[in-house]
């Protein structure tokens, strides 16, 4: 299948460099899709692909355009083929470039195969890469675990972001990820977290140029801190998982109102510039209605 819009190399190559004379550069975040065969629903009762569908046509509406959209993990619900062949089919009508990560409902051998053509993905072991030809470096960083719910930052994975972030020391990053390497308070999410955060968190440490952390996995918009430097859980943009705090609470899931995040850099301060979050409502909303009118 031809996939006009996942991040082609032509389509990052041909885009101009916004920023690099005072400018600013919007990164889309979409994560946790869940895709299934087509016809098929999550848990017997969520369409993920007419989720999916909505949250492309939100991205494409936005004015200012985001320059880059990224999928941190869970692109499909059971890792298959036809589950990418259709998640490939529902992200072609995107305008801007995506690059994206698997998660641990993901395979990344069919990860591999679906996107290898559209991102530089290393041809085995995890699929961690970046992407540069931004003034927002994009680092991708691959935590899962073949087989396993949890993700790790291995001593092979932290080697790695090291010597990464090492090779561009003076370019602002972004680093993204699917698990997060912090607890919620969501206890059945926290225990299939991201382990060795002790080790990412050591690294990120000596790299003042990371100015946040992306993450997905939880389906719920959470903000924190994690090694001194801002980091951020986007919300699925179908189904969300319960805020459910009582450490004995089940797992479950609700149908909040679907959303993303958008990650602005503006080249606005010394040495790397400013980073913040918005959290963008996908659907029809109320408004815009003016301050001025009067009662």
Known sequence: MENRRCSGSTQLDDRPVLGSDGGMMIVAQITDTHIKP????????????????AAVAHINSLDPMPDL?????DVTD?????????????LAP??????????????????????STDMDLPQ??????????FP?????LDDTVPGERHGEVSAELSA???????????????????HPPFTTGITHMDVQNCRGAEGLSAVLTQHPQVLGLACGHVHRNILTAFAGKPASICPSQAHAVSLA?????????????????????????APFGSLLTHQSFIGAIDGPHSFAVKA
């Open 160 to 178: 790695w972001l090291e010597q990464t972030l090492a090779a561009q020391p003076g370019k602002p990053t972004l680093l993204a990820m699917h």
């Open 69 to 73: 959209v990224i999928l941190t993990g």
């Open 245 to 269: 705090l009582a450490p004995d609470a089940p797992s479950s899931y609700h149908m909040d109102p679907p959303s993303l995040h958008l990650h602005i850099w503006r080249d606005d301060a």
């Open 136 to 140: 927002l470096r994009l680092v991708m």
């Open 94 to 115: 995107l305008q801007p470039p995506l690059i994206a990560l698997p998660g641990n409902h993901d395979r990344r051998e069919t990860f591999r195969d679906a996107f």
């Open 38 to 53: 087509r016809g098929k629903l999550a848990y017997g009762r969520v369409d993920t692909a007419a989720f999916l569908t």
């Open 78 to 90: 059971g890792g298959v083929a036809e589950e990418y062949d259709h998640a490939r089919e529902l």
């Open 124 to 133: 085995s072991g995890h699929l961690s890469y970046s992407e540069d030809r």
